[in-house]
């Protein structure tokens, strides 16, 4: 599960390193002002679209990766079942960040107090 710091000027995203060889992703750090909207969703898992490249999925159990579709590139580490957070980006490598962490509701609430 990945862990998400909020700082008085960035959101720092970290994984492990088994999610990040997974994944074939790294750790993600992003200004607070290149965050446009976040929110939480019931089932992280259903929320991620698009085609997976690269990364894994453990068919009805993991995603962890870089989804893409029309217009849209996303950066995925969800379970099934568990709610998780989309966090819209503006002008950063990622259109969307997809993310299954300790408290969803928390992180929301952190990023809608220090956001531009």
């Known amino acids: ?3 998400a710091h909020v700082t008085s000027d960035k959101l720092e995203v970290t994984f492990s390193r088994g999610e990040k060889i997974a994944g074939l992703i790294r750790d993600v750090h992003v200004p607070l002002s290149a965050v446009r909207d976040a929110v939480v969703v019931p089932d992280g898992f259903a929320a991620a679209r698009g ?3 690269p990364g ?3 068919p009805g159990v993991r995603k ?3 989804w893409r579709r029309h ?3 996303a ?3 969800v ?3 568990e709610p998780a957070v989309r966090i819209s980006l503006s002008g950063e490598r990622y259109d969307t960040l997809l993310l299954g962490v300790a408290d969803p509701a928390g992180l929301v609430a952190r990023l809608g107090s ?3």
Do not use: F, S
Request: glycine share 16%.
């Open 79 to 81: 379970r099934r079942g």
């Open 114 to 116: 220090r956001a531009g």
């Open 51 to 53: 085609v997976r490249a």
């Open 75 to 77: 950066l995925v580490a």
């Open 1 to 3: 599960m990945p862990t």
């Open 64 to 66: 962890i990766g870089t």
């Open 71 to 73: 217009g849209e590139k």
């Open 56 to 58: 894994l999925a453990i």
